[in-house]
Protein backbone atom coordinates (compact mmCIF):
# COMPACT_ATOMS: atom_id res chain seq x y z
CA UNK A 1 0.00 0.00 0.00
CA UNK A 2 1.02 3.41 0.12
CA UNK A 3 2.24 3.83 3.72
CA UNK A 4 4.19 0.56 3.12
CA UNK A 5 7.68 2.62 2.59
CA UNK A 6 6.94 4.04 6.54
CA UNK A 7 5.78 0.50 7.88
CA UNK A 8 8.63 -0.98 6.90
CA UNK A 9 10.90 1.94 7.92
CA UNK A 10 9.19 1.66 11.33
CA UNK A 11 9.89 -1.79 11.53
CA UNK A 12 13.95 -1.75 10.56
CA UNK A 13 14.24 0.54 12.82
CA UNK A 14 11.97 -0.55 15.90
CA UNK A 15 12.50 -3.58 15.89
CA UNK A 16 16.04 -4.28 13.86
CA UNK A 17 17.75 -1.09 15.25
CA UNK A 18 18.38 -0.10 11.59
CA UNK A 19 17.45 2.67 9.86
CA UNK A 20 16.79 2.17 6.07
CA UNK A 21 17.35 4.05 2.97
CA UNK A 22 15.56 3.33 -0.22
CA UNK A 23 13.59 3.55 -3.41
CA UNK A 24 10.52 3.69 -3.13
CA UNK A 25 9.99 2.26 -6.88
CA UNK A 26 12.77 -0.52 -6.63
CA UNK A 27 12.64 -1.20 -3.00
CA UNK A 28 8.98 -2.35 -2.73
CA UNK A 29 9.51 -6.65 -3.36
CA UNK A 30 11.73 -6.30 0.09
CA UNK A 31 11.32 -9.18 2.58
CA UNK A 32 12.69 -9.78 6.00
CA UNK A 33 11.28 -13.28 7.98
CA UNK A 34 12.98 -13.60 11.56
CA UNK A 35 11.98 -15.85 14.38
CA UNK A 36 14.44 -17.40 17.34
CA UNK A 37 16.48 -20.27 17.75
CA UNK A 38 17.03 -20.62 21.57
CA UNK A 39 18.78 -17.35 22.38
CA UNK A 40 20.38 -16.81 18.58
CA UNK A 41 17.74 -14.58 16.00
CA UNK A 42 17.65 -15.75 12.87
CA UNK A 43 16.29 -13.63 9.84
CA UNK A 44 15.79 -14.21 6.23
CA UNK A 45 15.92 -11.07 4.14
CA UNK A 46 15.42 -10.63 0.97
CA UNK A 47 16.43 -6.68 -0.03
CA UNK A 48 16.61 -4.74 -3.15
CA UNK A 49 17.32 -1.10 -3.64
CA UNK A 50 18.13 0.17 0.09
CA UNK A 51 20.66 1.23 2.73
CA UNK A 52 20.92 0.67 6.09
CA UNK A 53 22.85 2.10 9.03
CA UNK A 54 22.64 0.77 12.52
CA UNK A 55 21.04 3.22 15.56
CA UNK A 56 23.47 4.36 17.73
CA UNK A 57 23.06 4.22 21.73
CA UNK A 58 20.24 6.80 21.98
CA UNK A 59 17.83 4.83 21.05
CA UNK A 60 16.27 2.16 22.45
CA UNK A 61 16.23 -0.52 19.53
CA UNK A 62 20.25 0.05 19.88
CA UNK A 63 21.81 -3.40 18.78
CA UNK A 64 25.40 -2.95 20.39
CA UNK A 65 24.90 -6.04 22.73
CA UNK A 66 24.69 -8.47 19.74
CA UNK A 67 27.01 -9.49 17.31
CA UNK A 68 25.68 -10.06 13.34
CA UNK A 69 26.79 -13.28 11.31
CA UNK A 70 25.63 -12.83 7.94
CA UNK A 71 25.45 -15.37 5.17
CA UNK A 72 25.04 -14.21 1.78
CA UNK A 73 22.75 -16.64 -0.50
CA UNK A 74 21.87 -14.86 -3.23
CA UNK A 75 23.05 -11.52 -5.21
CA UNK A 76 25.32 -9.20 -3.43
CA UNK A 77 25.97 -6.41 -0.76
CA UNK A 78 28.18 -3.31 -0.21
CA UNK A 79 29.28 -2.89 3.01
CA UNK A 80 31.30 0.93 3.84
CA UNK A 81 32.81 0.83 7.33
CA UNK A 82 35.45 3.24 8.68
CA UNK A 83 36.45 4.75 4.93
CA UNK A 84 36.78 1.02 3.57
CA UNK A 85 34.13 -1.01 1.25
CA UNK A 86 33.80 -4.38 0.55
CA UNK A 87 31.45 -6.42 -1.66
CA UNK A 88 30.22 -9.34 -0.29
CA UNK A 89 28.54 -11.81 -2.95
CA UNK A 90 26.43 -15.01 -2.69
CA UNK A 91 28.49 -17.73 -0.35
CA UNK A 92 30.55 -15.13 1.67
CA UNK A 93 30.10 -15.02 5.13
CA UNK A 94 31.29 -12.40 7.84
CA UNK A 95 30.52 -11.12 11.33
CA UNK A 96 29.83 -7.57 11.82
CA UNK A 97 29.23 -5.90 15.14
CA UNK A 98 26.57 -2.53 14.93
CA UNK A 99 27.80 -0.88 18.03
CA UNK A 100 30.21 0.29 15.34
CA UNK A 101 28.70 2.59 12.57
CA UNK A 102 28.62 1.14 9.23
CA UNK A 103 26.28 1.20 6.01
CA UNK A 104 25.13 -1.69 4.30
CA UNK A 105 23.95 -0.77 0.63
CA UNK A 106 21.91 -3.60 -1.40
CA UNK A 107 21.86 -1.46 -4.91
CA UNK A 108 20.38 -4.27 -6.65
CA UNK A 109 19.52 -7.71 -4.52
CA UNK A 110 20.94 -9.28 -1.93
CA UNK A 111 19.28 -12.30 -0.12
CA UNK A 112 20.97 -13.03 3.15
CA UNK A 113 20.99 -15.55 6.56
CA UNK A 114 21.82 -13.38 10.00
CA UNK A 115 21.93 -14.89 13.02
CA UNK A 116 21.77 -12.43 16.04
CA UNK A 117 24.21 -13.34 18.46
CA UNK A 118 24.47 -12.52 22.33
CA UNK A 119 27.69 -10.51 23.16
CA UNK A 120 27.10 -12.21 26.51
CA UNK A 121 26.97 -15.51 24.98
CA UNK A 122 30.46 -15.32 23.49
CA UNK A 123 31.97 -13.45 26.65
CA UNK A 124 30.75 -16.73 28.32
CA UNK A 125 32.29 -18.62 25.98
CA UNK A 126 35.97 -16.49 25.73
CA UNK A 127 35.47 -15.46 22.15
CA UNK A 128 35.57 -12.17 21.17
CA UNK A 129 32.73 -10.14 21.55
CA UNK A 130 33.67 -6.73 20.16
CA UNK A 131 34.86 -6.42 16.39
CA UNK A 132 36.11 -2.87 15.33
CA UNK A 133 35.91 -4.28 12.13
CA UNK A 134 34.46 -6.80 10.40
CA UNK A 135 35.73 -10.81 10.38
CA UNK A 136 35.35 -12.17 7.33
CA UNK A 137 35.75 -15.91 6.95
CA UNK A 138 38.10 -17.37 4.61
CA UNK A 139 35.31 -19.57 2.15
CA UNK A 140 38.49 -21.02 0.52
CA UNK A 141 38.80 -23.02 3.43
CA UNK A 142 36.99 -26.55 4.00
CA UNK A 143 36.17 -25.51 7.63
CA UNK A 144 34.37 -22.76 6.75
CA UNK A 145 32.34 -23.83 3.73
CA UNK A 146 31.39 -26.65 5.91
CA UNK A 147 30.35 -24.04 8.80
CA UNK A 148 28.61 -21.66 5.90
CA UNK A 149 26.18 -25.15 4.78
CA UNK A 150 25.28 -26.41 8.43
CA UNK A 151 24.48 -22.86 9.49
CA UNK A 152 21.94 -22.28 5.91
CA UNK A 153 20.25 -26.33 6.77
CA UNK A 154 19.56 -25.09 10.39
CA UNK A 155 18.45 -21.45 9.53
CA UNK A 156 16.14 -23.53 7.16
CA UNK A 157 14.49 -25.19 9.92
CA UNK A 158 12.30 -22.00 11.15
CA UNK A 159 8.84 -23.69 10.98
CA UNK A 160 8.60 -27.65 12.59
CA UNK A 161 10.77 -27.75 15.35
CA UNK A 162 9.66 -27.64 18.90
CA UNK A 163 10.61 -25.33 21.26
CA UNK A 164 13.23 -28.09 22.45
CA UNK A 165 14.78 -28.54 19.26
CA UNK A 166 15.08 -24.97 18.40
CA UNK A 167 16.44 -24.29 21.97
CA UNK A 168 19.40 -27.06 20.59
CA UNK A 169 19.88 -25.44 16.95
CA UNK A 170 20.42 -22.05 18.61
CA UNK A 171 22.92 -23.77 20.75
CA UNK A 172 25.09 -25.36 17.60
CA UNK A 173 24.86 -22.15 15.84
CA UNK A 174 26.27 -20.66 18.89
CA UNK A 175 29.24 -23.73 18.25
CA UNK A 176 29.42 -22.97 14.70
CA UNK A 177 30.21 -19.47 15.28
CA UNK A 178 33.32 -20.15 17.51
CA UNK A 179 34.64 -21.83 14.81
CA UNK A 180 34.44 -18.73 12.67
CA UNK A 181 35.45 -16.14 15.39
CA UNK A 182 38.09 -18.54 16.55
CA UNK A 183 41.06 -16.66 18.65
CA UNK A 184 39.24 -17.88 22.16
CA UNK A 185 39.87 -15.05 24.55
CA UNK A 186 40.72 -12.08 22.47
CA UNK A 187 38.74 -9.12 22.97
CA UNK A 188 38.96 -5.80 20.04
CA UNK A 189 37.87 -2.40 22.50
CA UNK A 190 37.42 0.67 20.51
Known sequence: GSDSGAVWSDV??????MYCDFDKARSINSTAQSWSLG??????????????TPVGEERASWQGEWLYLKLMTGGQVDISQAGQQRR???????????AWSFQESF?????MTVLRIPKAALRDRGLRHSLADLVTADMNSPDM??????????AQQHVAPSPI???????????????????AGDTFMP
Do not use: W
Open 107 to 111: TERGQ
Open 12 to 17: MLEHHG
Open 145 to 154: CATRDLIHCI
Open 39 to 52: EVGVTLADLSSLAL
Open 165 to 183: IRNLMGRQLLELVDAILGG
Open 88 to 98: FKAGSMFVIDP
